[in-house]
């Protein structure tokens, strides 16, 4: 029944008022006779109880906010859908907004006292402030950092180990007998930590298959876009001697390097092979659809979310770095599939 109260349920039950409100709540024990009577008219009448009236009881709005640098980006609107499935499972609605990046709205949002009123906790993937800056922060809403950038035992912390999937797409791109293998995407600057853990990873592979590094072969890049990517291929192209495979430090970029290759004529992966990261959906339906290195967004995405809800209960152990698992997905850019025998 659309638009039942508490009323209408405890009459269908037989039990007081504040029966079923401590049944709803969890708030008082009830016997397992008197729930089971209580649930079963719930379910019959439909029942939804208020979450709006619940959280001002509670001093709480029932929302949380997810800011991550561009929602434009296909792996922050991916993760921005997981962290929405996952908030609204416990309750929650999520608000979104971006930073662009830039350290004035980053430190704006972190500042605001009014405005840190409006929900209830902070999922914030952060590029510009500083772990200080952080700490000194003037409101006091609950905060999980998402991404590699600043950990420094203050805050709760989800990400992937970035330094293993930099290694593992190398060595994917080694063991297929590639041996001069070109980086785009390095940040060799204060808030390029994703980039810099990425580029430690590919260092060490090619360090432990013996190979020394040619830094020629490592191209920076300021952001992580398709444009930016193709720039970078491109002056690989020009190289005395190009790469005969790349790994790119996210999706976007790899996306950007296979235009450019594709329009140069060079074959992919016979001449070059292409990896990159995030396993964002674009990346099956490029041409060729392209190997990366897939993060569990779901559980990075519900980690994070179980993890600001105990925070706001009080309820979540000290701050901790928590890991979310990733896998390799290899596809065109890497291994052609192989052909199908005439029947």
Known sequence: MAGSTLRDVARRAGVSIRTVSNVVNGSVPVSDELRSRVEAALEELDYRPNLVARNLRRGRTGMIALVVPELDVPYFAELAREVITAARAHGYVVMLDQTDGDVERERELLGRESRATMFDGLLLSPLAISAEELRRRTNRVPVVLLGEHIFSGSFHHVAIDNI??????TEHLLGLGRRRIAAIGDQPYS?????QLRTVGYRQALERAGLAVDDRLIVPTPRFHRHLGAQAMRELLALPEPPDAVFCYNDLLA???LHVLTQA?????????VVGVDGIQEGRYSS???????????????????TLIGVIDGTAPPPAEWRAPHRLIVRESTVRPAPVPEA
């Not at 293993?164 to 797409?169: D, N, S």
């Not at 004529?265 to 092979?273: F, K, L, Q, S």
Request: net charge negative.
């Open 265 to 273: 004529g060079v074959r992919i992966p016979e001449d070059i092979a």
């Open 191 to 195: 808030t390029g930590e994703t980039a």
């Open 255 to 257: 996306i950007g390097a």
């Open 288 to 306: 060729p659809a392209l190997t990366t290195v897939a993060p569990d967004k779901t559980q990075l995405a519900d980690t994070a979310v179980r």
């Open 164 to 169: 293993a999937a930099a290694r593992e797409a």
